[in-house]
């Protein structure tokens, strides 16, 4: 067949004109060759937030037929370095052996430090979005990579403290649940964070990581009515058992007596409030609507990280009626759950649907009706003289029919009855049951056959009931008997129910229960009949329930149940009461070096030496862990000799298995009714008190006052402001000039932090710090200020002058401080021999070979270390026999003893000291000139004080960064 000319250029045209279009449209996604997305998340698929936040992420790539992958961490039930290292080596295959990726998503904190430790290694170039990050630190670090942006998980503590406040309006104190996952230290520092917007509200932690759940179950219980629990972490308790986070919830509420508040997901239904919680389905779709940015030719770098989460409210709404919590109260836009709902808000629209048509079917029925009405007028004469014949057989065929069903019902009666002796008889053989009758008016009782079995002594199964009960049971028992069917005959009682002892012989006691009621015989004849059932092992279990209920299951110690039981007893009387909180010092020790077997055996022995040496009037009991509660009921006249007596006891080892303990206690003591008259307050003054003790030294007793509580409180509060502080990068940093003895140059600067908009002074921020374990994050916050400032100086071309840091003891716990002082010296492409690390005595005094390694580490970096504060401690000089530190800084209160013309030799011998073992000497605090004219003549190196200049800003150190001191102007 011929095509024209014609014909032929239009087709053509057409299909030119199909491509240009096809070519023409589409975004630039669709231009890529099967886009590839790998998502790593820190857990597994069951973890609660993983399938929303996958659900997310698919709402965003989906549209674009983009394929994710997905690998899951599951740290939460192996966070093990070899289990790191096993998915590094996992990974690293399948990405060797795949088509590569186009864009790297990291689920939670995990897999964010997964993906920026391996960065290089893994996922070179590749841009890398972040989000359920709650470690606002890590995520703000990792976004400084230009490679790296996301959105952070800001978990709403303040949202949900103020929405229960709004619930209860008497709260005190705010309580979090957590643990030690890196999830939980990220959750501590934000829950913590929210301190200074509520500094009327006390915030405490539970850490679960810290209790098996059977001591957790023990101090939920206590947590009273004034508090607001949060719950953010709870998976592996102190014994390694794990808990999803729906059984943890459904733990935590059982286990309250108040609401509980879920700022993250999961739990909800279980028996918690619920609360403000993060949707991380719509923190996934964010996080894939950043890749498609980036797919699409949007620079990485230019996509800032999104620091708010995306929330909405859930409520159980069984628990709020639980807690008489006003509906009208919760958030319009809250999702409730458990909320019954009535069949027709159910099937409204089906209702609605059903109804309509019904009135549609009446009208046509209507109509049909009346066209009928016509026609069944004319068959009704017809159909009434059809059914008086058809009345007749059908009377007959009725009479039939009832015999048959007359019969069988007869017989299946019969079987009935039949299979219900079965039943009967198998129900009170297997229970341990017999079945009684007795008559009032004739006295006869009767009993089923087997009731000789249950006794276990012989009985008839037809008596006098006065003859039987005579034979087994003394007049007191026989009395209560009476008393009890008496009040069920005037009705006092619904039921005869009672349980009483029987003597079953060898010592051994039988509990019988006997339930029964009331029917009608012959001639009014009233009748009592029942069941009477062996309880023996249902009382035992009762008792020993009630023992464990009242009673410590270590040592056999009242619990702290019965301890407040009997407290509130006491104070009830209004008689002046003495309680001792003790807890035995250094104890963590023994289990960690002998195991908690050992631990356990030290907490019986204790236990059984307190409770045999106890003054007379005094209650002791176990706490918890190796805290023991004392109440003394006879004043405090004598409570300093009890007291005495007791430390006495425990001034000599005491031996277990051939095994010496050296056991010291701590005690916080407090009275009442001059202390509190309100049991739970003087728990918490004697705690207080017993605080302070161990803050000063242990081994010693302390009562509680006053200012005890205004310190803790200014603690709690200079606390809050420091990690508000940490958390808003409000530390900054102060720098001293060392100056050259002899040349008058500044040769380094003493880095110095301060806090923004708070007068509090270093030495008081710095314990506190010390004491919260705060030191570790301000010690990190310093390094990276100092090395910032080191490489700002050598960007605007000064010479190169070190900075030291002061680094704290408790630092040494720091673990991965080594790596991330690496990390930051090679971020800013600084050397190590411009930073210098202080240290001082203190750190030395625990796990000394550790110490020295880490000090060789450091030394290995270029870094110098000087040891401050020289002259303070007991054996200073010792020390720089051993330690690899270069520079000795002598401490203001050594040359204000020495520095005078009588007394110079102390400091020419010191300084010659150092000089002979290669160190170099630098005086602090030097304020007189005569003062730098005696550290001269004595040959010290570095004069660091006011009389040369006070800590200043960078910028004003910049203006004498050159200066020469001895230079006059």
């Known amino acids: 067949m011929r095509i024209s000319r014609r014909n032929l250029m239009t087709k053509i045209t057409i299909i030119l004109a199909l491509v240009c279009f096809t070519m023409g449209t589409g975004s630039s996604i669709y231009a890529q060759d099967d886009p590839r997305v790998l998502f790593i998340s820190s857990y597994s698929q069951s973890y609660n937030s993983v399938p929303d936040q996958i659900e997310g992420i698919h709402e965003a790539l989906d549209p674009y037929h983009?394929?994710?992958?997905?690998?899951?961490?599951?740290?939460?039930?192996f966070d093990t370095p070899e289990h790191i290292d096993n998915f590094y080596s996992s990974l690293q295959y399948k990405l060797k052996a795949l088509d590569p990726y186009d864009a790297i998503i990291v689920g939670d904190d995990q897999a964010l430090e997964f993906a920026t430790t391996y960065q290089k290694d893994l996922f070179a170039g590749l841009p890398i979005i972040f989000l359920g990050i709650n470690d606002v630190n890590r995520a703000e670090k990792a976004a400084q990579n230009k490679y790296i942006t996301g959105v952070i998980e800001i978990t709403p503590y303040k949202e949900n403290i103020e929405l229960a406040l709004k619930f209860n309006s008497n709260v005190k104190r705010v309580i979090g649940i957590l643990d030690n996952s890196i999830t939980g230290a990220g959750h501590k520092d934000q829950f913590y964070g929210a301190v200074g917007y509520y500094p009327s509200l006390r915030f405490e932690d539970i850490n679960t990581s810290e209790y098996t759940f059977e001591e957790l179950a023990e101090i939920l219980r206590g947590i009273q009515d004034d508090s607001i629990i949060l719950y953010l972490d709870m998976h592996h308790d102190k014994a390694g058992e794990f808990k999803t986070i729906e059984e943890a919830a459904a733990f935590i509420g059982e286990n309250t007596h108040v609401p509980v508040y879920r700022p993250s997901i999961g739990g909800?239904?279980?028996?918690i409030v619920g609360g403000i919680q993060i949707s991380y389905q719509e923190s996934g779709k964010i996080a894939g609507d950043m890749v498609l940015q980036v797919l699409e030719g949007t620079p990485i770098e230019t996509i800032s990280m999104i620091d708010k989460s995306p929330y909405y409210p859930i409520f159980d709404y069984k628990v709020l009626q639980k807690f008489n919590i006003d509906k009208g109260m919760v958030p319009p836009d809250s999702v409730l759950i458990n909320k019954e709902v009535s069949y027709f808000e159910e099937h409204l629209y089906f209702i609605l649907g059903v109804f309509a048509v019904l009135i549609v079917m009446l009208i046509i029925s209507t109509l049909l009706g009346l066209d009928n009405l016509r026609h069944r007028t004319m068959q009704r004469k017809l159909k009434e003289s059809n059914e008086e014949l058809s009345a007749t057989y059908e009377e007959l065929a009725a009479t039939e029919e009832e015999l048959r069903?007359?019969?069988?019902v007869t017989e299946e009666n019969a079987q009935r009855s039949e299979l219900l002796?079965?039943?009967?008889?198998?129900?009170?053989?297997?229970?341990?049951?017999?079945?009684?009758?007795?008559?009032?008016?004739?006295?006869?009782?009767y009993f089923s056959e087997n009731i000789n079995s249950l006794l276990s002594l012989p009985l008839h199964s037809i008596g006098n009931i006065d003859q039987v009960l005579r034979s087994f049971f003394d007049e007191e028992i026989i009395r209560e008997l009476e008393e009890e069917t008496q009040a069920y005959l005037s009705k006092k009682k619904s039921e005869i129910n009672i349980q009483i002892p029987l003597d079953a012989g060898d010592n051994q006691t039988k509990w019988l229960k006997i339930q029964g009621k009331a029917k009608s015989g012959d001639q009014e004849e009233v009748l009592l009949y029942g069941i009477l059932t062996d309880v023996t092992q249902t009382k035992l279990q009762e008792e020993y329930i009630d023992q464990l209920a009242h009673n410590d299951y270590l040592t056999g110690l009242p619990n702290r149940m019965s301890f407040m039981n009997k407290l509130m007893e006491e104070t009830q009387k209004g008689n002046p009461l003495i309680i001792i909180f003790m807890d035995i010092d250094n104890f963590k020790e023994i289990n960690d070096t002998l195991g908690h077997v050992w631990g356990d055996k030290v907490l019986r022995a204790v236990a059984q030496i307190l409770s045999g040496n106890a003054c007379q009037g005094m209650f002791v009991s176990r706490f918890g862990g190796d805290e023991f509660l004392v109440l003394a009921t006879n004043g405090s006249g004598i409570i300093e000799g009890c007291i005495k007596q007791i430390r006495e006891v425990f001034a000599e080892p005491i031996l277990i298995d051939n095994t010496e303990f050296s056991i010291k206690f701590s005690m916080g003591i407090t009275r009442f009714p001059e202390d509190s008259t309100d049991i739970h307050q003087l728990i918490m003054n004697a705690d207080t008190a017993l605080y302070h003790v161990k803050r000063n030294g242990k081994n010693n007793y302390m009562f509680y006052n006053q200012e005890m509580q205004k310190e803790l409180r200014n603690k709690a509060e200079i606390e809050g402001i420091l990690r508000k502080s940490l958390q808003d990068d409000s530390i900054y940093l102060l720098y001293q000039p060392q100056v050259n003895v002899k040349t008058g140059e500044v040769e380094g600067f003493e880095a110095l932090a301060r806090l923004k908009d708070h007068a509090i002074p270093p030495n008081v921020f710095i314990q506190i710090a010390e004491e919260s374990d705060l030191i570790c994050q301000i010690g990190r916050a310093v390094t990276i200020k100092a090395i910032q400032q080191l490489a700002s100086w050598r960007d605007k071309g000064y010479p190169r002058k070190p900075i030291s840091i002061n680094f704290s003891s408790k630092q040494m716990r720091d673990k991965d401080y080594l790596v991330f002082l690496v990390q930051t010296l090679k971020e800013y492409n600084l050397d190590g021999r411009y930073l210098e690390i202080e240290i001082t005595e203190s750190i030395l005094l625990e796990e000394t070979a550790l110490t020295l390694e880490f000090l060789e580490q450091v030394k290995s970096l270029g870094i110098s270390i000087a040891?401050?504060?020289?002259?303070?401690?007991?054996?200073s000089i010792n020390y720089l026999t051993y330690i690899p530190v270069d520079k000795v800084k002598l401490d203001k209160s050594l040359c204000d003893k020495f520095l005078n013309s009588d007394n110079t030799r102390v400091i020419d011998s010191i300084i010659a000291l150092a000089h002979g073992l290669n160190l170099v000497i630098t005086a602090e605090g030097i304020e007189e000139p005569?003062?730098?004219?005696?550290?001269?003549?004595?040959?010290?190196?570095?004069?660091?004080?006011?009389?040369?200049?006070?800590?200043?800003?960078?910028?004003?150190?910049?203006?004498?960064?050159?200066?020469?001191?001895?230079?006059?102007?």
């Open 66 to 77: 983009i394929q994710l992958d997905i690998e899951y961490m599951d740290t939460k039930r």
């Open 268 to 271: 909800v239904g279980e028996g």
């Open 405 to 408: 069903f007359q019969y069988k």
């Open 421 to 445: 002796k079965q039943k009967y008889e198998h129900a009170i053989n297997s229970t341990n049951s017999v079945v009684w009758e007795v008559s009032l008016q004739t006295r006869k009782v």
């Open 867 to 875: 040891l401050d504060d020289f002259g303070t401690g007991f054996s």
């Open 930 to 969: 005569w003062q730098y004219a005696q550290l001269k003549a004595s040959g010290c190196d570095t004069i660091q004080g006011y009389l040369f200049s006070k800590p200043l800003e960078a910028d004003s150190a910049e203006e004498i960064y050159d200066k020469n001191f001895l230079q006059v102007d």
